[in-house]
């Protein structure tokens, strides 16, 4: 199984980012798909995640009402569009699947990682 993001760049505050996690090895139908981040000297922190279908989605309040995550089943692909960037969201962000639809904010809890990729926003 391998997941790897992109997308991520050095960008000013207020700008906007997508990110992309390409999936293969798995049946990405199956899995639900999170997004996490860590920042230097922090612990890795909950994003959001969405469902295997894509109706439901859930947000950390820090991003919520601000970053959007979808997932397109025939590219076997997960995004994170996140506009309106703050010096506070920089961070390494991580995709991740589970199988299990529980405690789906916790990154203890995934399957499966991919690497980071580096998000910068100054002000």
């Known amino acids: 199984v391998q997941l790897q993001a992109s997308g991520g760049g050095s960008v000013q505050a207020g700008d906007s980012l997508t990110l992309s996690c390409t999936t293969s090895g798995l049946v990405f139908r199956n899995y639900y798909m999170g997004w996490f981040r860590q920042a230097p000297g922090n612990d890795r922190e909950f994003v959001g995640y969405i469902d295997r279908t894509g109706a439901r989605k859930n947000y950390a309040d820090s991003v919520k009402g601000r970053f959007t995550i979808s997932r397109d089943t025939t590219k076997n692909m997960v995004f994170l569009q996140m506009p309106r960037l703050k010096p506070e969201d920089t961070a390494v962000y991580y995709c991740?699947?589970?199988?299990?639809?529980?405690?789906?904010?916790?990154?203890?809890?995934?399957?499966?990682w991919g690497q980071g990729t580096q998000v910068t926003v100054s002000s």
């Open positions: 991740a699947a589970k199988y299990v639809g529980r405690r789906l904010s916790e990154p203890t809890e995934y399957d499966y």
